[in-house]
């Protein structure tokens, strides 16, 4: 199946620093999604992307969906202790697996206070 | 407000002992999914449906088998519990097939000894 590289795989950082992850495919997908887990909790999602260059924010948090529809990154801003957790991509190629996601390993991320 | 309820929380089986896990989801969302969610590894699909009686094989559906007989639940089910299966078990649906957005429940941890 297809595979997701989603790096790094966990991140330490000071509260207040801005965070950078990514996440990079061996095939092209039409979707891109990003997903946090709250510890003791399922995944939700965060920010959707469905166009190749699309850049979207929703508060703090930045997606872009890459231009060659194979890579993706989130950006958060000015980390407070509450965005603890796992970050997940997810792409989608509607065309081959109609609902089916394609998750990447996981970013765990742990803001200290 | 969305709601996927998963029954257990957390399950201590013995090798070769039959488990089920149910799912159950408010939505009246047509898909239902379920993942396995392992550190380093990411959401790996099992199963999913498209509708009630309708089920396909996900990623890794070795060692498990579905059922969906009503609309709302969607269980999981190991004939043989082994201790390769310790993991933790995410149930999900959607409404729409090609948006993406997956709704998750709590997770289930299971252990099998």
């Known amino acids: 199946g297809q595979q997701l590289n989603q790096s790094p795989q966990s991140m330490f950082i000071q509260e207040g620093e801005d965070v950078s992850m990514n996440c990079t495919s061996s095939?092209?997908?039409?979707?891109w999604l990003w997903y946090k887990q709250d510890p003791g909790e399922g995944p939700v999602l965060l920010i959707a992307?469905?166009?190749?260059?699309e850049l979207t924010s929703n508060g703090r948090l930045t997606a872009q969906f890459g231009i060659t529809r194979k890579d993706s990154f989130l950006n958060i801003s000015a980390s407070i202790p509450s965005d603890v957790g796992i970050y997940f991509c997810?792409?989608?190629?509607?065309?081959?697996?109609?609902?089916?996601?394609?998750f990447g390993e996981g970013t765990q991320l742990t803001v200290n206070p | 407000d969305v709601k996927v309820t998963q029954s257990s929380r957390y399950l201590v089986k013995r090798t070769g002992e039959k488990v089920f896990l149910e799912c159950v989801q408010d939505?009246?969302?047509?898909?239902m999914f379920w993942y396995r969610q392992d550190p380093g590894l990411g959401l790996r699909l099992i199963y999913f449906?498209?509708?009630?009686?309708?089920?396909e094989k996900g990623d890794i559906p070795e060692g498990y088998s579905v059922s969906r007989e009503k609309k709302e639940r969607f269980s999981l089910i190991l004939e043989s519990a082994s201790t390769n299966q310790t993991s933790m078990y995410l149930c999900?649906?959607?409404?729409?097939?090609?948006?993406?957005?997956?709704?998750f429940g709590e997770g289930s941890r299971l252990t099998v000894l």
């Open positions: 997810a792409g989608q190629l509607r065309e081959t697996s109609g609902s089916r996601l394609t």
């Open positions: 095939s092209i997908f039409n979707t």
């Open positions: 449906s498209y509708d009630v009686k309708m089920k």
């Open positions: 999900a649906s959607s409404f729409v097939p090609v948006s993406g957005e997956l709704f």
């Open positions: 939505m009246d969302h047509e898909n």
């Open positions: 992307l469905y166009k190749a260059g």
